[in-house]
């Protein structure tokens, strides 16, 4: 059975720092391209960043590049998100998800296995 467990998200002032952890397990993390969604209230789902299955290269989206970095550990199945510089806008609960498609993609649509989301709370 696959898992994607996020960790990390909670309720910070405008220009803080969060970090989101994805932990995965039944899937052999190592050959998948894992990204990062989120969803406002109201609002679709959108993509946030994506990391191949090596590392590199990573993908944002316009909204986050500069603020956001994306990394992973394939000896840990663990993706991490690091969020510098947080603004209201960034409030959303938080997807990570993994695509065995390894490139990386914003493409919601080729990412098969999804977390339950952490909420992500920025304050002004």
């Known amino acids: 059975q696959v898992q994607l467990v996020e960790s990390g998200g909670g309720l910070v002032q405008a220009g803080g720092s969060l970090r989101l952890s994805c932990t995965t397990s039944?899937?052999?993390?190592?050959?998948?391209?894992m990204g990062w969604f989120r969803q406002a209230p109201g609002k679709e789902r959108e993509f946030v960043a994506a990391?191949?299955?090596?590392?590199?290269?990573?993908y944002y989206a316009d909204s986050v590049k500069g603020r956001f970095t994306l990394s992973r550990d394939n000896a840990k199945n663990t993706v991490y998100l690091q969020m510098n510089s947080l603004k209201p806008e960034d409030t959303a609960v938080y997807y990570c998800?993994?695509?065995?498609?390894?490139?990386?993609?914003?493409?919601?649509?080729?990412?098969?296995?999804w977390g339950q989301g952490t909420q992500v709370t920025v304050s002004s």
């Open positions: 998800a993994a695509s065995r498609y390894g490139s990386g993609s914003p493409n919601i649509g080729e990412y098969a296995y």
């Open positions: 990391i191949s299955w090596s590392g590199s290269p990573t």
């Open positions: 039944g899937l052999t993390f190592s050959i998948y391209a």
